[in-house]
């Protein structure tokens, strides 16, 4: 019962490193997604893939690149990380129909100094 | 203006006291609509979809109004562990999925 799967937990960065985020999800589902959230607020679209072979620019994209690499994975990439970059990153995955929810990852809390 | 708003919050309320929250959103091709309910540092969990007719499960009332591009949740009779922030999450045409900010709900004994 693993269902949405994100690695690393915890990362700490230096401004200017690279790094890449990575979610994987066991339950054959079609779309996901990259979220950030920061303190107090609510969770902001990154980038999504409606289904394999396809990403689109959610609402705060610029800073980061997505690969839907199979149907099961899709990564988030930081090219070269900035302090305003420092928040919770959530993956969740969805069918791709109407009215069916989304599952989530656990989340991954990155700091960049 | 942002996709989904929400009630800003936060709503203190008493154990047994009956509370509602509001949702609008933009778009009039939106899909699909959710609550969902997250605890501290923690992953947002499907609290209820929200269908065309309106919905109920146990003590939670959902209402949608595709006129007036509205989405509420009734919460009655709260419990302590009903305390959470509670999210309206929308899905768009091209099934990207948007959440409000979220409203904060703290239950006192």
């Known amino acids: 019962n693993a269902g949405v799967t994100q690695t690393p937990k915890f990362q700490v960065l230096k401004t200017g490193q690279s790094m890449t985020l990575q979610c994987a999800q066991d339950m054959n589902h079609n779309s996901m997604y990259w979220y950030r959230q920061d303190p107090g607020m609510g969770l902001r679209l990154i980038y999504y893939?409606?289904?394999?072979?396809?990403?689109d620019k959610g609402e705060v994209p610029n800073g980061y690149n997505v690969s839907r690499l199979n149907k099961r994975e899709f990564s988030l990439r930081l090219e070269s990380a900035a302090p305003s970059q420092t928040s919770v990153y959530f993956c969740?995955?969805?069918?791709?129909?109407?009215?069916?929810?989304?599952?989530f990852g656990d989340g991954t809390r990155l700091s960049i100094l | 203006r942002k996709e989904v708003e929400q009630d800003p919050g936060p709503f203190n309320v008493p154990e047994g006291a009956t509370v509602a929250f509001n949702c609008t959103y933009s778009n009039s091709a939106s899909q699909s609509f959710f609550w969902y309910r997250q605890d501290c540092r923690k992953e947002p969990k499907l609290l209820m979809s929200v269908y065309s007719s309106g919905n109920e499960d146990g003590r939670f009332t959902a209402q949608l109004n595709r006129a007036s591009q509205y989405i509420s949740l009734l919460i009655r009779d709260s419990k302590l562990s009903d305390s959470a922030t509670y999210l309206c999450v929308v899905r768009g045409p091209d099934n990207d999925m948007r959440f409000g900010a979220g409203t904060r709900l703290t239950v006192k004994p």
């Open positions: 969740a995955s969805s069918e791709k129909k109407v009215n069916q929810p989304q599952h």
């Open positions: 893939s409606a289904s394999e072979g396809t990403t």
